[in-house]
């Protein structure tokens, strides 16, 4: 019976040894998170500083703060502030995006390649110690989240993007249209767009060579480099040949 009643000693302690760790644990899983100070940022003021518990945790720009109705004492989970620390991430990416689609047209695999390329970690160097540290790359789902509202706002067009390369290649440079449509190709624009595009600019490759000869004559008075040059852009030997005939 001694040993009866020892082994059930035993067992109890264990039993309350477990309970008070579990609640222990449930006790830190329920613990909230306070908002104690929301600073407009400095570098960027279009954004906001959110301090948790006394501490910098994340910035939202101010659209984010007054949708997501972020106030100083507000309480949150801890699921809620990483899904607040992800809709941080997604308007820090979708402002470099946007500033990216403005600097001139950009086709989707160009945006996408630009984006992706952001998920990668990066060694960066410290200006005031001089020591490297390595910055993580965002999430994928940021990448996602933000390809998808830029095609929502129609910044991502392939057609539009298509005309303005077409158009811009014909007021700069001049090329043929063996070359365009490589590079059209290259930047991920189907070859139906293609082909609608180029059938739509009326332009044909006797007089783009014609007009990229009397642009490039001064530049190259050694015709073997002419030849070359327009070779580069795309165009054969006879159309050349032609071409040169002609001056």
Excluded at 48 to 73: C, E, T, W
Excluded at 86 to 114: T, V, W
Excluded at 153 to 179: C, H, L, M, P, T
Excluded at 204 to 229: C, F, P, S, V, W
């Amino acid at each position: 019976m001694a040993l009866e009643n020892f082994n059930s000693n035993e067992i109890n302690q264990k039993v309350k040894k477990n309970s008070f760790r579990k609640n222990k644990e449930s006790l830190f899983e329920d613990d909230f998170f306070i908002i104690t100070d929301i600073k407009q940022a400095v570098k960027n003021q279009n954004r906001a500083n959110i301090f948790i518990n006394g501490k910098y945790r994340f910035s939202l720009d101010i659209f984010q703060l007054a949708q997501l109705n972020i106030k100083v004492g507000s309480k949150f989970s801890k699921a809620e502030i990483e899904n607040l620390e992800q809709q941080s991430e997604f308007g820090k990416l979708y402002a470099l995006a946007l500033n990216y689609c403005l600097m001139r047209p950009h086709s989707k695999k160009e945006i996408s390649d630009y984006l992706w390329r952001k998920t990668l970690n990066r060694k960066l160097k410290n200006r005031k110690t001089g020591e490297f540290y390595e910055k993580k790359g965002v999430s994928k789902i940021s990448v996602e989240q933000v390809l998808s509202r830029l095609i929502e706002k129609k910044y991502i067009d392939d057609e539009k993007f298509a005309k303005f390369w077409v158009e811009n290649r014909n007021q700069r440079k001049g090329s043929s249209i063996k070359k365009l449509k490589s590079e059209l190709f290259s930047k991920g624009v189907s070859s139906d767009i293609i082909k609608q595009v180029l059938s739509e600019s009326n332009r044909n490759d006797e007089d783009e060579i014609q007009k990229i000869i009397a642009k490039k004559a001064k530049r190259y008075t050694d015709e073997q480099k002419l030849i070359a040059y327009l070779a580069r852009q795309g165009f054969s030997f006879d159309e050349i040949k032609k071409a040169i005939s002609k001056e």
